[in-house]
């Protein structure tokens, strides 16, 4: 047991509001972090042909990629809970140094294992980057001007998401694959450097004590249900036993660590969050969201090479007014909807939209419609859901106590990456199911020609017109799920009660009304 640092009712050590420069200096800081958090997730797609050419293994190349979610989604909490016993400054720093260091370990790796177990490591460092920004973006400045400044980071977000694959596309082209990992390092100087200088502690410490098994339980559990997700209808069915082992095993130790948290006296995962309503309905709001989202927009590229008939490089081109519309309206909430100190009135706008603009596409990739209306209607999905992040976001911050802050965005933004997760692998079980169904398993090598259209190839006329009907429903079918996702969420938004925004950024949290 150490000594405990200081309480939330210690008016002796009050701290005081940081400078409108300060903020500025180190939401510049926060910035560069997040885009090296969110082109990571993406700038390694493009170069995989590249990295299995020098590595071989090409039947593990997916764990390239599967290694560092799990490891960034199963560490969110852990990062939320230990700022907030640790402070925020010393946290980031593990979480940039070990991206870092996942990063040179990735750029050097000899065989395919070593690049699996170093991106692994890269990713542990990842989870800490998003939620550790909005966590201090939510100390710094005071609940009725996060809007504006949460609005910037979804926006940036959202951006390097999209020019992810591009930067490493060029990089891949000019340098070599390595690149792509050691472009991290300068980068990430830059953030550590203004972050040392700028960043300090804005809230009040509480009881330094790691609930140690608390958190190998939560690990164990959560690592174990995302290889379900990952793993399971792919690697190996559903109804295998290395699944139903790891599912077993996934809530055996998910049972253990309910208990577990029942009787710690400070738990790596607080049970008092669960009894705050504005958190729980926020938490599942966002992941029926990212559920719907990510279960959906996953197949865009695939629609748009079987089915539109365009290439792999246009159909990149084709997805980028999603993002596109959701940095808008994530810059657009933040100046001026959030200016009111109201949030909810916009977050059931922004899954109104979303639903709408699910349903649409439904509509139109089951009737054949032309891009002229699939491209307006998946920049709006983007206008509705810019408007969602960053309020939920603010939701929880508000009304959750200071102490609290930490854990609770973490684990929101966790919320929002299993349900993404979620969405993605039931999806694909939708997807098989439809193909099974019509008898079209797969598409067979010699009916997809270079470029990724199928127009063009008149002796399988008639196949590439069945197959492209099967693969135009069975799409249709996982934006339909979207769209239910989506339609819950915003049916469970209206029981959200709001919180009073303060202009004070250490107020304690209003009552919540029901």
């Given at each position: ?140 400045v005071s609940p009725t001007q996060r809007g504006k400044r949460q609005g910037i980071a979804a ?285 079209q398993a797969s598409m067979p090598a010699t009916m997809m020609p270079e470029g990724g259209g ?61």
């Amino acid at each position: 047991m150490s000594t405990p640092a200081t309480t939330t009712d210690a008016p002796s050590h009050v701290i005081p509001r940081p400078s409108e420069q300060e903020v500025n200096r180190v939401f510049t800081g926060l910035i560069i972090v997040l885009a090296l958090g969110a082109i990571d997730q993406s700038i390694v797609a493009t170069a995989l042909p590249r990295i299995v050419s020098d590595l071989g293994g090409i039947s593990h190349l997916s764990w390239v990629v599967t290694a560092y979610i799990l490891a960034s989604t199963a560490t969110m909490p852990l990062y939320g809970k230990l700022s907030d016993q640790y402070g925020r400054k010393p946290v980031m720093y593990v979480a940039i140094i070990t991206f870092l260091l996942g990063s040179v370990l990735s750029g050097a790796a000899r065989n395919l294992l070593e690049l699996i177990i170093f991106r692994a490591i890269q990713g542990a460092g990842a989870g800490g980057l998003v939620p550790l920004s909005q966590i201090i973006i939510g100390d710094m400045v005071s609940p009725t001007q996060r809007g504006k400044r949460q609005g910037i980071a979804a926006g940036v977000f959202a951006l390097c998401s999209v020019v992810g694959p591009v930067i490493g596309g060029v990089i891949t082209d000019l340098l070599s694959w390595h690149w792509i990992f050691y472009v991290n390092l300068p980068v990430g100087a830059v953030a550590l450097a203004i972050l040392a200088r700028s960043l300090r502690q804005y809230t009040p410490l509480h009881a330094r004590r790691v609930d140690y098994l608390g958190s190998l339980l939560m690990t164990a559990c959560t690592v174990a249900f995302l290889l379900v997700l990952t793993l399971g209808g792919g690697e190996w069915p559903w109804a295998s036993m290395p699944i139903l082992s790891l599912s077993a095993f996934a809530l055996v130790t998910g049972v253990l660590f309910v208990r577990h948290v029942q009787f710690e006296p400070e738990p790596v995962l607080p049970l008092a969050l669960f009894h705050n309503r504005v958190f729980v309905i926020s938490s599942v709001v966002m992941a029926l969201t990212f559920m719907g989202l990510m279960g959906a927009t996953v197949f865009f590229p695939l629609f748009f090479q079987l089915v539109m008939g365009v290439s792999p490089a246009s159909s990149g081109i084709l997805t980028g007014p999603m993002m596109l519309g959701i940095a808008i309206s994530a810059l657009f909430n933040g100046r001026v909807l959030l200016r009111a100190g109201r949030y909810k009135t916009t977050v059931v706008m922004g899954l109104a939209v979303a639903t709408l603009s699910f349903g649409v596409l439904a509509w139109s990739a089951a009737t054949a419609q032309s891009l002229w209306i699939i491209e307006p209607s998946i920049f709006i999905l983007g206008l509705g859901l810019g408007l969602v992040m960053p309020n939920v976001t603010i939701a929880v911050q508000s009304a959750l106590a200071p102490v609290h802050r930490g854990v609770g965005t973490a684990t929101l933004t966790f919320f929002r990456s299993l349900g993404g997760l979620v969405g993605v692998a039931g999806s694909g079980a939708i997807l098989a199911w439809r193909l099974r169904g019509s008898g079209q398993a797969s598409m067979p090598a010699t009916m997809m020609p270079e470029g990724g259209g199928m127009a063009n190839h008149p002796a399988l006329q008639h196949v590439t017109d069945a197959a492209i009907m099967v693969y135009r429903h069975a799409i249709a079918s996982t934006f339909i799920v979207g769209a239910c996702m989506v339609a819950c969420a915003f049916i469970l938004i209206l029981l959200l009660p709001e919180v009073p925004l303060s202009d004070h950024h250490h107020a304690a949290p209003a009552p919540v009304a029901d």
